[in-house]
């Protein structure tokens, strides 16, 4: 069965401080793979997605950025956090069908 | 470009009371629409999608092309149907197809 691993599961970062957020599948193979970000009141905001390694589609500019170095490795990074950083990050992945699972998020807050 | 507008934010209803979770949606081609429900402490997870025409947890849900909306009901709600709900559409943007996400309803059952 297909599982999928975000770490770590809470986060408390300095405003300028850099950030890496990791997301992990098993159980599959060459997966769509997405980052949202889940703020209050503003529902679920996608980020990034990928569709194979190295191949990453921003869908907000902003300071964040994302990596896929390995098929089931999806990474969220900043060189340094704003306070508007803060909020719950899911990751997901998707098979062939349009569904999409979710992992269990890492809630970040900048101070 | 999609957009998915859930304009109930928070919504309370009695147990055994009827509920209805109102979504609509904005999209030029042919809709792919879903719900996803998030319990407390627990992952965001997929409810129902409306080409299977299924009802999940006795909830269903319709889409009303005409209308342009994919309303969620349950004829008798539980209290352990209060969660967070998001609907969502499935559409192709660049490489990849894609959910856009409205806003999510946090949905409270009252004894």
């Known amino acids: 069965s297909q599982t999928i691993h975000q770490w770590p599961a809470t986060l408390v970062q300095p405003v300028g401080s850099p950030l890496s957020l990791e997301c992990t599948v098993e159980?599959?193979?060459?997966?769509?793979l997405y980052w949202y970000r889940q703020a209050a009141g503003r529902g679920l905001q996608l980020l990034f997605y990928?569709?194979?390694?190295?191949?990453i589609s921003s869908e907000v500019p902003q300071n964040l950025s994302a990596s896929r170095p390995q098929d089931r490795q999806f990474i969220l990074s900043s060189k340094k956090l704003l306070l508007s950083d803060s909020g719950f990050y899911l990751c997901?992945?998707?098979?062939?069908?349009?569904?999409?699972?979710f992992g269990p998020g890492t809630r970040l807050t900048v101070t | 470009a999609q957009r998915v507008t859930q304009p109930e934010k928070l919504l309370s209803v009695f147990k055994g009371a009827p509920v209805e979770l109102k979504c609509n949606y904005s999209?030029?081609?042919?809709?792919?629409l879903f719900w996803y429900v998030q319990y407390s402490r627990q992952r965001l997870q997929l409810l129902l999608r409306?080409?299977s025409r299924e009802s999940i947890k006795g909830f269903t849900a319709d889409l009303n092309k005409g209308e342009t909306s994919f309303h969620l009901k349950k004829p008798f709600a539980q209290e352990e149907d209060s969660a967070m709900y998001y609907c969502?559409?499935?559409?192709?943007?660049?490489?990849?197809?894609?959910?856009?996400f409205g806003s999510g309803t946090q949905l409270t059952v009252l004894p």
């Open positions: 997901a992945w998707k098979d062939r069908t349009y569904e999409q699972y």
């Open positions: 159980g599959t193979s060459n997966p769509n």
């Open positions: 990928s569709v194979g390694i190295g191949q």
């Open positions: 999209y030029s081609g042919s809709p792919e």
């Open positions: 409306h080409i």
């Open positions: 969502a559409l499935s559409a192709f943007s660049g490489s990849a197809r894609q959910l856009t």
